[in-house]
């Protein structure tokens, strides 16, 4: 595999790194660039290029377990750790009551909802959703979204840190999830702002989120691997594994930022930079 397409597959993982944990969508992003400028269906086929663009997440997953590492432990039963021990930003994080702690049969509460949707209709999304113009629409649904979450999300605020998540928020969340499988739409996006929306701090939001991300991401990987594995070759392996390495680097780089960022910032700020990307791309493209 010749240098250039090596540095393409690098361009979508720091793509896909910067951009998994923010509520922009990375999926919509690497497919408005790829479509725009580095063409990898030319190259590896349609089927393995839309398998590449859901693979490579498994690199900002890894992120995900590393830096939430000691909370998938404690979710297992492996070992249990202090609140403090738990928390990724221990400064200003707000620490739940004695008796609450996030459940392992939580987080499997919130990914029924989007782990049935996603089998069902992955077929679908693969052959008629990969593509610029749905990616816009998703841009702009969601951050309509995003807004209304801001701007009408309950006064008082109840669950201040993901241990205090309840069964019903957790499923109401997983519900919320299910539009993100319209690429463009975000993941972070959909249930960041549903769970700010059911009265969630947007850290308490995001934290859960990104535990959810693991499996359900895993999960998805696997599923378009194994239906797509007939249009795999060796020499396609070079471009999965340095996507793979870009996206865990610089999804650790900017998971942290983000975390600290989100009880300041908000969503607004994201929705505005969707909307002005939603039009920029029109405007080339179009």
Known sequence: MELLTIVKAIILGIVEGLTEFAPVSSTGHMIIVDDMWLKSQEF??????????????????????????NRFIDLLGLKKFSRKELAVVPEGQPQAPAEGRLKLAQVIVGLIPAGIFGFL??????????????????????????????????????????????YR????????QCVSLWPGFSRSGSTISGG???GMSHRA????????????????????????????????????????????????????????????????????YRIILAGVVYLIWF
């Not at 928020?169 to 997983?174: K, N, R, T």
């Not at 693991?214 to 070079?238: C, E, H, R």
Request: aromatic share 14%; with cysteine; charged share 15%.
């Open 44 to 69: 590896l086929g349609k089927y393995t290029a839309n398998t590449f663009k859901v693979v490579i997440q498994l690199g900002s997953i890894l992120a995900v377990v590393i830096i939430f590492r």
């Open 169 to 176: 928020q957790a499923l109401s969340v997983g519900l919320i």
């Open 121 to 166: 209709f992955e077929d679908y999304i693969d052959e008629h959703l990969f593509s610029t113009s749905t990616v816009l629409i998703g841009l702009v649904v969601g951050a309509i979204f995003m807004i209304c979450a801001d701007r009408f999300a309950p006064k008082t605020i109840k669950t201040e840190s993901v241990d205090q998540i309840t």
């Open 205 to 272: 939001a995001a934290d859960f989120t990104f535990i959810m991300a693991v499996p359900i991401m895993a999960g998805a990987s696997l599923i378009s691997l194994l239906k797509n594995w007939q249009y795999f070759t060796l020499d396609a392996l070079p471009f999965f594994i340095a996507g793979f390495i870009s996206a865990f680097l610089f999804a650790l780089l900017s998971m942290r930022f983000f975390l600290k960022l989100i009880n300041r910032i908000k969503l607004l700020p994201f929705a505005i």
């Open 196 to 198: 700010v929306l059911l």
